[in-house]
């Protein structure tokens, strides 16, 4: 079953939630405004054709009315030419009065108050004495002033016969009341605006009047319906398509961006569960971007630093196990090689003095017992600088201090290791004794450790030199010997535990390893230094403990 990612979802979302709906608004929205423009139009050419019926009563209206005034103003004159005369002077002051005469008649028979001839309409207006007024007015004129307040109008206004002749209009080319002219209403009902027209979106009005028996045309052409229907169709169908648009953008943009943040967490658990420790997410950050999403990273990174430290403490921590393994290993071979050797000797010499049938003289007998001695003091010493290294490491190492005079210390290691080693040692120095203040015991112990160093990796027969003086605050003791040539990566690292200037398979040497450890630990508890120094074939150790005040 394919599942769908977070962007297609989104794009069916939009779908369905957003252009669905705004299509169906648009065809709403179009209608509705449809039906609203539609109206306004056919209100429109009703007006439009009310308009033109009030102009043409309006003009015949206020000449009747003007007529009938005047013709009570003749009334007060005898003399027919003095009516003329006062005529003319209306004529000539009011421009509704003009084109006016009189006559007698003395049949009724004969009067018609109105009536249409050609091109112009006669009025007439007729008193007691059988006397009737006579107004002209030119269809042109008229014309003019029903269409001079519609100047603007874009319809075509028609005013027609009872024959659908056209008496005048405001357009000239009358093609398109041809076209339509078989559409006019039979049906006429005076001033009652009829609507008609073969499309709903273009509609023209008929008005029938009564006096005169004319019909008023007022069609409605397509560039008023495109202006108002199709125009405003398109410009909301424009609206909603750019509208769409601006939302596909923002979603597609919105899509990308969270998948683009969203691949980014999917890469970072990946490296996570591949062991990269060290990968952290980097978001497109936005107004689009999720407070959620956000917040899932910066976990998600505080998350990746914690495993990152954590498994550094923990390789750290195999190190340290790594180096105390090879410690441990290092330490059961040194001790199944060191302690082998004199635990053989004191088991041959033993087993030698105990044979019943072995005969030894008295020098024989304290030969043997003196090996076994000298073996089981080395096998003791091996004891104590393995005890003393958990109280080294742990600075919980027991120290005496006190005045104690350098150059005896000194005399007597060297005696107790020439009693041991038949090897030549020098001493020199400065003539004044030399006060320390330190442990004596701990003192005898490390000179005695690097004297016995000093001989084990010194060229053969070759001498050994002690010096000894003062420098500032300390008491300086200088053991120096000739060996072989020694690295200096060698040097720095020969403080460690379990490190020999031989290798631990090819050694020609006996030693533990932990000589230079034990007497930098003790030498640094009773607040001294020491330092080791090479040149060529020579090897110093420089002991350096604190003058006694």
């Known amino acids: ?150 100047s603007h109008e874009q319809r075509q206004i028609f005013v027609i016969d009872d024959n659908k002749n056209v008496i005048f209009s405001n357009v000239k080319s009358q093609e398109f009341f041809n076209q339509i002219k078989i559409r006019i209403p039979t049906k ?35 560039n008023i319906t495109n202006y108002s229907i199709i125009k405003a169709r398109s410009k909301i169908i424009i609206a909603l398509v750019v509208t769409a648009l601006s939302i596909l953008m923002i979603v597609v943009l919105y899509a990308l961006t969270l998948r683009t943040n969203i691949r980014q967490l999917f890469k970072g658990i990946i490296a996570i569960s591949k062991g990269n420790y060290k990968r952290k997410i980097r978001l ?19 998350m990746v630093e914690q495993i990152d430290n954590s498994y550094k403490v923990i390789q750290e921590a195999n190190c340290k196990l790594s180096k105390l393994d090879e410690m441990k290993s290092n330490l059961i071979d040194t001790v199944s090689h060191e302690f082998r050797t004199p635990l053989t000797c004191i088991k041959g010499y033993t087993t030698r003095l105990l044979r019943n049938y072995a005969d030894f003289d008295e020098d024989s007998r304290k030969q043997s017992l003196k090996v076994i001695k000298n073996q089981t003091e080395r096998l003791s010493r091996m004891v104590e600088d393995l005890l003393v290294i958990p109280d080294i490491e742990s600075s919980l190492l027991r120290i005496y201090p006190d005045t104690v005079q350098l150059e005896e210390v000194v005399s007597l290691c060297i005696e107790y290791i020439k009693h041991k080693q038949h090897r030549e040692i020098n001493i020199t120095g400065q003539s004044e004794p030399i006060l320390v203040y330190a442990d004596p015991d701990r003192v005898e112990q490390v000179i005695i450790n690097l004297l016995d160093n000093a001989i084990k990796y010194s060229i053969e027969d070759s001498s050994i030199t002690v010096n000894m003086f003062n420098e500032n605050d300390f008491a300086v003791v200088e053991v120096i010997n000739f060996c072989k040539p020694i690295s200096i990566e060698k040097i720095e690292n020969l403080f460690d535990k379990f490190t020999r200037v031989e290798e631990n398979l090819t050694r020609t040497t006996g030693g533990t390893g932990l000589g230079l450890y034990i007497a930098k630990g003790i030498v640094e508890a009773m607040d001294g230094q020491i330092n080791l120094f090479t040149e060529n074939n020579i090897f110093k150790v420089i002991l350096k403990l604190p003058l006694s005040q």
Do not use: C
């Open 1 to 150: 079953m394919h599942r769908l990612r977070i962007y297609e979802q989104l794009l069916i979302v939009y779908f369905i939630a957003v252009l669905i709906p705004l299509v169906v608004a648009a065809l709403l929205i179009t209608n509705i405004n449809q039906h609203s423009l539609r109206e306004q139009l056919r209100l429109s050419a009703i007006n439009t054709a009310s308009a033109v019926r009030d102009q043409i009563d309006e003009n015949i209206t206020e000449r009747k009315l003007s007529l009938f005034y005047l013709k009570d103003s003749l009334k007060f004159i005898k003399n027919n030419h003095n009516k003329e005369i006062f005529l003319q002077e209306i004529n000539k002051k009011h421009k509704m009065l003009q084109d006016i005469s009189f006559f007698s008649i003395e049949n009724n028979e004969d009067f018609v108050p109105f009536e249409i001839n050609k091109d112009k309409i006669i009025i007439r207006e007729k008193n007691s004495d059988s006397l009737t007024l006579v107004q002209s007015m030119k269809l042109k004129d008229i014309e003019k002033e029903i269409f001079k307040n519609l």
């Open 188 to 222: 006429k009902l005076v001033n009652n605006p009829i609507v008609f027209g073969y499309s709903k979106n273009q509609p023209h009005v008929y008005i029938k009047l009564d006096k005169p028996n004319w019909g008023i045309v007022v069609l409605t052409p397509k």
């Open 284 to 302: 497109i950050l936005g107004f689009l971007t999720p407070f959620e999403v956000q917040f899932l990273a910066n976990e998600f990174n505080n």
